[in-house]
């Protein structure tokens, strides 16, 4: 079983749908979970961060943790073609001095205009 | 700020050739990693660095070689390209690990990528 696992769609849906993305993961010392987007040919960018459990809002995107279920998601309301790219999950345990993220396959979003 | 500069963008390469990938960070980050990614595979970690001097294997580190002389270059050395090196390395950095999340987020800070081809 794959520490972090990660739906690699494609994903393809209206503008100003809602749009739900997941990850389920393995190991419960992780404590730091994180969202990154990747536009094509681009290095990823941090899109949402949350650490522990919880959910975390910002603007059309909510990031929620449920350590329970070992079990994130993203929502991003009111979707735009702007928000078409690769949505990467991530966590990390609390180590001892580092960060070692795992990442999550991807998921690739596109929305129609 | 340029943040995280990789060079060369893309490169070919032959079957036993050796390279370097260059990575170069100007926001003073003590952590600095490389990583890979694979079509449907996600990113694997392959080298890491705590500070100038100290670095680490990641997930997937052989065929790799790094150093890290100074805070602000970790160059990633390939010595004897191989087929399966083919992909997309990502240098990224990030501020030193805070067991406090509000003071540090751990945020990686990625470079826009190189595309290596082993022919």
């Known amino acids: 079983q794959k520490e972090v696992e990660q739906d690699p769609g494609p994903l393809s849906v209206p503008e100003g749908a809602i749009v739900s993305l997941n990850c389920t993961y393995s190991?419960?010392?992780?404590?730091?979970f994180m969202w990154y987007r990747q536009y094509s040919r681009k290095g990823p960018e941090l899109l949402m961060y949350?650490?522990?459990?919880g959910n975390k809002e910002d603007g059309r995107f909510t990031a929620q943790v449920d350590k329970s279920s070992k079990y994130i998601s993203l929502f991003i309301r009111d979707s735009q073609p702007s928000d078409s790219a690769t949505y990467l999950c991530?966590?990390?345990?609390?180590?001892?001095?580092?960060?070692?993220?795992?990442f999550g396959t991807g998921t690739r979003l596109k929305v129609l205009a | 700020n340029a943040g995280v500069t990789q060079t060369p963008k893309f490169r070919i390469l032959k079957i036993g050739q050796s390279m370097t990938l260059q990575c170069a960070q100007d926001?003073?980050?003590?952590?600095m990693y490389w990583y890979r990614q694979d079509p449907g595979m996600g990113l694997k970690l392959i080298y890491y660095?705590?500070?100038?001097?100290?670095?680490d294997k990641g997930e997937v580190p052989n065929g790799y070689n790094v150093s890290r002389s100074t805070t602000e270059d970790f160059p990633l050395r390939l010595e004897l390209a191989a087929p399966s090196q083919t992909s997309v390395y990502f240098c990224?950095?990030?501020?030193?690990?805070?067991?406090?999340?509000?003071?540090?987020?751990?945020?990686?800070?990625f470079g826009e990528g190189s595309r290596l081809t082993v022919l």
């Open positions: 990224a950095s990030s501020l030193q690990f805070r067991r406090q999340p509000r003071s540090n987020t751990g945020e990686l800070f």
């Open positions: 190991n419960s010392a992780f404590q730091y």
């Open positions: 949350t650490y522990s459990s």
């Open positions: 991530a966590m990390s345990p609390v180590t001892s001095g580092t960060y070692k993220y795992i």
């Open positions: 926001m003073n980050h003590n952590y």
């Open positions: 660095s705590v500070g100038a001097g100290i670095t």
